[in-house]
């Protein structure tokens, strides 16, 4: 129940109506009979959106598109990691100070790492945006050994110059699979609608890769059908979803993240969305 003890958290983007966080947060807040309630707040001005949360004594709040990077700017302190990615994704107030964090680096990282250890795993990356600047700043901290790939190779030879691994021409992505254990997909391909797209030639993928998307709409892209037909080990998009929203909610209540009852109500709405979709 609310009352006037209660914690207020929520998300900050636009557009934020789909958005899967105030379902998830609030689930796990009622499992573990926290009193705090999550919102989604639709905001066009952060400068604005950060004062007015000041003032409502908000405790803590994801950041979503498009504000992650435009954010930075209006925190009192951000912390090491969220300043290596160059986003923030978690807000939390501390003593009347924000503060920024990122967990999609976790989000991405903590799934592949139930899998398999990834020092030293050659990891083919195909993206250079936002998500992909954190999967790779992730790897990178874990020893792996990660080659970019990208549409545009200048956005690749950039991301990979900044944290010094290498970027190779999409074009010759098939010519090096055999050396690729882990390949992920970090751009939109083979989101709702263009549902029939895959990010490589379906010839790249071998039995031995781990397979990675990050695309959760739908559930099972086609990448992660076809590397599941080949028998490989997969990561749909959900997990980094999952694993970032965990690691927000134990950094907004302190407590262990009820993540039976996160994943269920997740899975039963990607699922009902899924359907509306088809
Ligand atoms: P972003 O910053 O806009 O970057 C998009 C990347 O994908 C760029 O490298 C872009 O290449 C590439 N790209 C876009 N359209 C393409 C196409 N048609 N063919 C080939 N490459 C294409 O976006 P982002 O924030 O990184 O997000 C990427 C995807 O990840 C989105 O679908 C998003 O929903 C998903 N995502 C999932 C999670 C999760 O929790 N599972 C978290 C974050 C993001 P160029 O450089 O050539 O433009």
Redesign the pocket.
């Known amino acids: 129940m609310v009352d006037s003890n209660t914690k207020w958290f929520g998300v900050i983007g636009n557009p934020i109506e789909h958005s899967l966080s105030p379902l998830i947060h609030n689930s796990a807040f009622e499992k573990l009979k926290v009193n705090a309630a999550y919102l989604a707040f639709k905001v066009e001005d952060v400068k604005n959106a950060i004062n007015a949360i000041k003032e409502f004594g908000i405790s803590g709040y994801s950041v979503t598109?498009p504000h992650k990077v435009t954010i930075m700017q209006y925190l009192d302190e951000i912390d090491s990691l969220a300043k290596k990615v160059g986003a923030v994704n978690t807000v939390l107030v501390k003593n009347e100070k924000l503060i920024g964090y990122n967990t999609?680096v976790m989000?991405?990282i903590n799934p592949l790492k139930e899998i398999t250890p990834l020092k030293g795993k050659n990891v083919f990356v195909?993206?250079?945006?936002?998500?992909?600047?954190?999967i790779v700043l992730g790897l990178v901290n874990e020893h792996a050994k990660v080659t970019i790939f990208?549409?545009?190779f200048s956005?690749?030879q950039k991301l990979a110059k900044e944290f010094s691994v290498s970027s190779k021409e999409i074009g010759v992505l098939s010519a090096l699979a055999e050396d690729c254990d882990i390949l992920i997909n970090?751009?939109?391909?083979g989101?709702y609608p263009k549902v029939n797209?895959l990010?490589v030639d379906e010839g790249v993928i071998r039995k031995k890769m781990i397979v990675f998307d990050?695309?959760?709409?739908p559930l099972e892209t086609k990448l992660i059908r076809v590397a599941k037909k080949k028998g490989c080990k997969v990561v749909p998009?959900?997990?980094?979803?999952l694993n970032?929203a965990y690691a927000q909610f134990e950094m907004f209540t302190g407590k262990k993240a009820p993540v039976e009852i996160m994943r269920k109500v997740v899975l039963k709405e990607l699922k009902k969305r899924q359907k509306n979709q088809s």
């Open positions: 598109i999609d989000g991405a195909i993206g250079a945006g936002g998500a992909a600047r954190a990208n549409r545009d956005h690749a970090a751009t939109p391909v989101m797209e990010p990050i695309v959760y709409n998009g959900v997990e980094m979803f970032q």
